[in-house]
């Protein structure tokens, strides 16, 4: 079942965040405190963002928040990799907007391969000095066929 979140769902979407993260990316686990991630999902992403759930029964799966032309967060559990839950919340983005751009770190080659597979192109790379983690990152671009 997907579902628009509310701040009562806050809790399971940091902790999808985490695990979803830590699992990317290794090399960053321990950046941040299950504190400091309900503080983040509370104060920025749900004050700012509409944040959709993938939930397989009543666990949540998958969560994608989204604001004007930007996905902001994108995280499945590993648990549900290969049943196209991040393809549904990817989705439900790309169908409230013409076009969306995202950022994913340039070592995240399955996200780069899941963008690209999902029509976004490669359109600007940085070298991490604008990213809270100092890592190289990428910037994707998606459009609307047609438009």
Known sequence: MLRLLALTDMDAAAQVHRIAFDHAMPWLVGLHTPDEDRWFYRERVFAACRIWGRFDDDRLSGIIAFSEGRVEQLYVLPTAHGRGVGTELLDVAKHACER?????????????????????????????????????DVRYLWTRAGR
């Open 100 to 136: 969306r751009e995202l950022w994913t770190f340039q070592r995240n080659l399955p996200a780069r391969r899941f963008y690209e597979a999902r029509g976004f192109t490669r359109v600007e790379q940085s070298d991490g000095t604008r990213n809270e983690e100092k890592e190289p």
